[in-house]
């Protein structure tokens, strides 16, 4: 048999070790593209086989290894595979180049957004139409399924899931179920819920994801809309747990239409949506799962094999979803703050004698009084005439507690939401609450980092004061504007946020006169967003002169753009969660006429600036603002005003 040149150079390259990084060597694989089937075989596979080396490690190896597996689909490896036409071969030329350039990017430090998932999603077919079998396994995708059962970064594990996920490739199924497994991947989700991988245990990793699940979004509600797609009704044993999980409406409401749609069993109305209406849904799923049991199937199927290691996880999930681990959650001192909300939430969503006896022994001798004032908060939602007898109780052991305020101070700087704050707060009457309010300021005059919800030590802090201003809302007030005079750039900023939070419209002159946006855009902005949350026309007007100050300045005026919309109305974070993370503000009592000096002032911005992006910004920010004057009642308010505090004990 005759040997061509090309070939005799490729057997010397495939005979030579490389480097990982120069594994997927480009120049050979387009002079492979148009040699024999057998060069081409041996040229991926060897570029299968050292860049695969380095996948386990580099999610950036993994995306350039996926531009070869769409290559290799394109032409497929095999000794009788045939040459595909000219135009197939450009798109494996584009491919490759395409991988070049951008594995070139990476070694260089480049910084760069990930590419094209490695699979388009495929039309689907025509109805009555079975779509084809898959052919051949590409080597590349054993390789990436390979790299993701070896490597222990979640983040290569989770490109190689983004960029399988519409293959229909059964080789995929370890990879999913490790997934499951090890991570409680989101991104295996997607791969579930298409129902285009059926092989291995697919569907009892699809109902671990489930159980796990920490919080509803919807790439996990796929699993639930799309049941019929890849698995049966078994999915319905497990909503009711997942009903119980959940935070609210929207949540709650793929579930109620899914677990119909699972049992053709109505269950009762969302709205009004209450914490007692989410109760009443969770029972009712609940009795006719138990109506339903001979029905429907096993959630362990039969037929799986118990030693398989997803199959053996499921089921030690399963049993943490039954009321006997729920309470033993709660018992349990090491429990995580999450779970521990969710078995409290559970307990009280049963309202059995038992529920009812664990959620007492915590409020009696639990010693986590974080986890005590859920407790509290729950059963004022869900039984307020059991609620007095409960606070009496937790009342009584701080009156014996010398420690008591210093554990309702440690409660309050690991609280989530402002309703457990209100909690905490409501019971400091029987402590000493001066030494609260003395820790609070502590903590305020140590902080050092920056005032962002990026930084751990900001919610501690945003607590403090919360907290501090609903025990003695003036003390807090003349004390973080005093804070506002500091000789130190780190008290003051912890001042402005403070007296934000506070809503201290006694604050607004001194806020005013530390606006200097010329010398210091960041501190301005964190000025501008404090006077947004004070409730004053003296800030509303502070606000409107600062919008035009700094038209050149894209950080500045897209701050104060965002700050002025709030006062219209308008705001990315709603509710509980702009509290969360310091991003509210108070909604103008005449949104009209607000919303039209800011107008004016954005009109302002831009004729003066001459920065294309700034413009374009800030007639963005215009347009939203007109839109939400032509819905109105679509407004959104900060936080409430803060309860007064409780009366000494």
Not at 238 to 257: E, F, H, N, Q, W
Not at 269 to 275: D, G, V
Not at 615 to 637: K, Y
Request: proline share 7%; with cysteine; hydrophobic share 45%.
């Amino acid at each position: 048999m005759r040997v061509t040149a090309f070939a005799a150079v490729a057997a010397l390259f495939l005979a030579t070790p490389v480097t990982a990084q120069e594994a997927l060597n480009v120049p050979w694989l387009l002079q492979a593209v148009d040699a024999d089937a057998a060069t081409w075989s041996a040229t991926v596979e060897r570029c299968v086989t050292e860049f695969g080396a380095a996948a386990v490690t580099d999610r950036h190896v993994v995306d350039a290894l996926g531009y070869l597996l769409r290559a290799e689909e394109l032409r497929p490896v095999g000794a009788d595979v045939p040459l595909p036409d000219a135009e197939t071969l450009e798109q494996i030329r584009t491919l490759l180049t395409s991988a070049d350039e951008f594995l070139g990017r990476h070694l260089r430090g480049e910084v760069y957004r990930f590419p094209a998932q490695f699979a388009y999603p495929p039309a689907p077919p025509p109805p009555g139409v079975e779509p084809p079998p898959p052919g051949p396994t590409p080597l590349a995708l054993r390789a990436l399924v390979d790299t993701g059962l070896q490597t222990d970064g979640w983040m290569v594990a989770e490109r190689i899931l983004v960029g399988c996920r519409w293959l229909p490739y059964q080789e995929l199924a370890p990879l999913v179920e490790r997934a499951a497994i090890v991570w409680h991947h989101q991104e295996a989700v997607e791969v579930i819920a298409q129902g285009r991988v059926r092989s291995g245990h697919v569907e009892a990793a699809g109902l671990l994801l489930l159980i796990h699940q920490r919080g509803w979004i919807g790439r996990e509600s796929g699993l639930v809309t799309g049941w019929e797609r890849w698995s049966d009704e078994r999915v319905a044993r497990g909503t009711p747990y997942m009903i119980a999980k959940c935070a609210g409406a929207s949540d709650a409401g793929r579930l109620v239409r899914a677990f119909t749609q699972m049992t053709g069993r109505e269950l009762p109305e969302l709205e009004p949506w209450s914490l007692q209406r989410h109760r009443e849904i969770y029972q009712a799923a609940r009795d006719v799962v138990a109506e339903l049991d001979d029905t429907l199937p096993p959630l362990i199927d039969p037929d799986w094999d118990p030693d398989a290691e997803v199959v053996a996880v499921l089921r030690g999930a399963w049993y943490e979803t039954t009321l006997r681990a729920q309470i033993e959650r709660v018992q349990d001192p090491a429990a995580e703050p999450r779970e521990l909300r969710v078995a409290l939430q559970r307990l009280l969503f049963e309202d059995t004698d038992e529920s009812r006896a664990a959620v007492e022994e915590q409020v009696r001798v639990g010693e986590r009084w974080l986890t005590i004032a859920w407790s509290l908060d729950l059963v004022e939602q869900l039984s307020p005439e059991w609620a007095a007898e409960l606070r009496s109780v937790a009342l009584d052991r701080l009156l014996d507690d010398p420690e008591g305020a210093a554990r309702l101070t440690e409660a309050i700087f690991e609280a989530k939401e402002r309703r457990t704050i209100e909690t905490l707060v409501s019971l400091t009457g029987a402590v000493d609450a001066a030494q609260m309010t003395d820790a609070f300021g502590e903590l305020a005059l140590a902080h050092r980092d920056l005032i962002h919800n990026n930084e751990m030590s900001f919610y501690p802090l945003r607590n403090a004061i919360c907290a501090w201003g609903m025990i003695d809302h003036a003390e807090a007030a003349e004390f973080f504007l005093w804070l506002l005079s500091s000789d130190s750039e780190a008290q003051r900023n912890v001042g402005i946020f403070a007296v934000g939070e506070l809503g201290a419209a006694e604050a607004v002159p001194g806020l005013v006169a530390l606006m200097v946006p010329e010398e210091q855009h960041a501190g301005a902005s964190s000025i501008i967003t404090a006077l947004g949350k004070i409730d004053a026309d003296v800030a509303r007007d502070a606000i409107i002169e600062a919008i035009a100050a700094l038209p050149e300045d894209r950080e500045y005026c897209s701050s104060v753009t965002v700050v002025a919309c709030r006062g219209c109305g308008i705001n990315h974070y709603q509710g509980d969660r702009a509290w969360r993370f310091g991003m509210w503000g108070v909604v103008a009592p005449d949104v009209p006429a607000f919303a039209a000096r800011v107008l004016e002032k954005i009109d302002e911005i831009c004729a003066l600036s001459t920065n294309e992006q700034i413009v374009r910004s800030a007639q963005n920010r215009a347009e939203m603002i007109r839109n939400a004057l032509a819905r109105p009642g679509r407004t959104f308010s900060g936080p409430p005003p803060p309860p007064p505090a409780p009366p000494p004990r």
